[in-house]
């Protein structure tokens, strides 16, 4: 006998914290699911009512009590559909990461996540103790094993759903992005499958939470491993996975297969993401940029523009002796093609008024990095003058190569409150400002090709400070990304003088990077939540 049933996954961007909010969209989500697409059952992410991660909000009893009477409301307002929840769940003195199933009133099986990531990003054995019982529930005679997020990057949690009776395996995700994730899920999604010979429903978050994007890629695999269904990557939604039972296996049927994105586009994508959902859930009516006619804050102009619209960019320009006509011809390119509101501050005056005021005090010594440092906290009181005036939230601008060097300046071009570029090194700026001028041109050529310079002093260039970006950056990768040690890096081909300087300019800037924005994750170690390292250490100094 053949039966059918239908799956929605929830592809929902949640608000951490917003226990209310959340529950509204799980509600809607059911009852569209239910009415709209004929589904019997609806699978939402990891933690939905809180959102994730909720981190110390999990401490407060408030914030506990809020998710349970969220439940009950749940329980009251969705009927004629099963919905897979998650949520904490506190039992006897224990938090839980959980997932509920409920329908029609109840609360029919509970599933505490065995396998609690405590690494990178995630911090979930700092506030959750392990379950370790399997979770089956029936839908429709269809035998649903439940897990969540790291269960399915380990073997045991699906083989015990397996055992005590599971056909279908669903997983409830909130999986951060980076560049490497979308191809890591899905090959560790189809070793479950070996294993289990189980289909498997994979259902993710969407949006931008502080430091992380979700990039949604919820999909639905058959128990040979193939894609039977797969949503779009940076896009909310209910995406409908029918499951057709034959001579009593369950398998899914083929329906809409999104196709895999360009790691280019990928990236680029989840900084938009990351910037407009850190602007809308803050509630900026949009963001100020300085604008240097550089490649840095030309890709961060173009970025903001795609997640907030034109007329929410409020670009500066802020020339001193400097600046070259160059600069000013290349920024205008970039304000007139995306038609953002520019005004020109100039700081000349200002940058004097400091240095007669600071004269008697700095005696004759000569004019050093203390001057550069100064015009460019200058240039970072003005924006947040500006910020501070007209609402908007100042993007800085630095990128990871200088992040990681220190080639940034204090409460100058490090101010702000949200920092795109913060995860991608300086080459890769490149090459997504290419993508993006592939999309429609908006970056000069020239841009793209004159050396980087700081001008902060005459005829400055970054290289007067740093090894070239081509080689940095593979340092800094190999050191940063794969941990690699010196020895290992200059084996690779790398001059050890170079590698030692980057090392020790690494360490020592940690200070600074304690002290910045925070950024959108796009790599396996982010400098922030996602990488942690002391200020004050004695490693690296040679
Ligand atoms: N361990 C530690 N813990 C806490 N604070 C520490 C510290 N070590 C130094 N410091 C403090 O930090 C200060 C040094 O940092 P900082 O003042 O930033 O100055 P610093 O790192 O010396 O200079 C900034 C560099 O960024 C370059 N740059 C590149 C690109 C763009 C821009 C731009 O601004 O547009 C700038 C600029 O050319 C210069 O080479 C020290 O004077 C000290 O006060
Ligand atoms: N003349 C300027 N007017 C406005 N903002 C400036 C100016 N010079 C620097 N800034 C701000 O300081 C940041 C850091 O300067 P920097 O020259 O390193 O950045 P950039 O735009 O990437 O250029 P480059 O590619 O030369 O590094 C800029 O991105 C910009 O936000
Ligand atoms: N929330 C989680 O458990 C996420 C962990 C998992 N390995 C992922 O990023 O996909």
């Known amino acids: 006998m053949s039966q059918r049933l239908r799956f929605a996954m929830a592809q929902l961007n949640l608000l951490v914290g917003d226990v209310p909010g959340n529950t509204d969209a799980v509600i809607a989500a059911a009852t569209e699911a239910r009415d709209r697409l004929g589904a019997t059952a609806v699978c939402c992410p990891e933690l939905t009512l809180t959102g994730y991660p ?216 989840a900084l938009v993401w990351g910037v407009r959902d850190y602007i809308e859930k803050n509630r900026f009516p949009g963001v100020v940029i300085g604008l240097s006619g550089g490649i840095d804050s030309a890709l961060t102009v173009c970025i903001a523009v795609d997640a907030l619209g034109a007329d929410r960019v409020h670009c500066l320009m802020m020339p001193t002796r400097y600046t070259s006509e160059m600069s000013h011809t290349d920024a205008g390119a970039i304000v007139e093609a995306l038609g953002v509101r520019y005004d020109t501050v100039a700081i000349e005056g200002v940058f004097n008024e400091f240095r007669d005021a600071l004269g008697p005090v700095f005696g004759d010594r000569p004019a050093d990095v203390t001057e550069e440092n100064l015009q460019s906290r200058i240039r970072g009181t003005t924006l947040m003058a500006v910020s501070n005036k007209l609402g908007g939230l100042v993007l800085a601008t630095g990128n990871k190569s200088e992040m990681a060097v220190g080639y940034a300046t204090l409460y100058g071009d490090m101010v702000g409150g949200f920092s795109p570029l913060k995860d991608i090194f300086k080459t890769e700026v490149y090459r997504l400002a290419r993508y993006r001028n592939a999309i429609a041109p908006v970056i000069p050529e020239n841009v793209l090709t004159r050396p980087p310079s700081a001008e902060l002093a005459p005829d400055q260039k970054d290289t007067d400070s740093l090894p070239e970006y081509e080689a940095l950056d593979a340092i800094l990768a190999a050191y940063v990304e794969e941990d690699a040690g010196v020895d290992e890096i200059v084996a690779a081909g790398h001059d050890r003088a170079t590698v030692e300087q980057v090392v020790r300019l690494l360490h020592r800037n940690e200070y600074k990077r304690r002290q910045a924005a925070p950024g959108v994750k796009v790599t396996t170690k982010a400098f922030g939540r996602d990488r942690r390292y002391p200020i004050t250490s004695g490693f690296g100094r040679s």
Not at 170 to 177: E, K, T
Not at 247 to 261: C, S, Y
């Open 54 to 269: 909720p981190d110390d909000l999990l401490l407060r009893p408030d914030f506990i009590a809020a998710v349970e009477a969220a439940v009950e409301r749940i329980a009251r307002q969705t009927r004629g559909i099963t919905v897979f929840v998650g949520a904490p769940l506190l039992i006897e003195g224990r938090l839980y990461n959980a997932a509920l199933v409920i329908r029609d009133g109840q609360v029919v099986a509970r599933y505490a996540k065995h396998e609690l990531p405590t690494y990178g990003v995630f911090d979930d054995l700092r506030y959750f103790a392990p379950g370790d019982a399997p979770c089956v529930v029936s839908v429709d005679g269809c035998r649903v094993g439940v897990t969540i997020c790291e269960d399915a990057w380990h073997a045991a949690p699906v083989a015990r759903a397996v055992d005590a009776g599971a056909d279908v395996i669903v997983n409830l995700n909130a999986s951060p992005f980076d560049q490497y994730k979308g191809t890591a899920r899905e090959s560790v999604l189809r070793e479950r499958i070996t294993e289990s010979q189980r289909p498997i429903l994979y259902c993710n978050m969407a949006g931008g939470q502080d430091e992380v994007v979700y990039d949604g890629g919820s999909c639905a695999f058959d128990a040979r491993g193939d894609v039977m269904v797969r949503a779009p990557r940076f896009e909310t939604g209910l995406y409908p996975v029918d499951i057709d039972c034959i001579h009593d296996r369950w398998t899914p049927l083929e329906g809409a297969v999104e196709p895999a994105l360009s790691a280019e586009a990928a990236v680029y994508e």
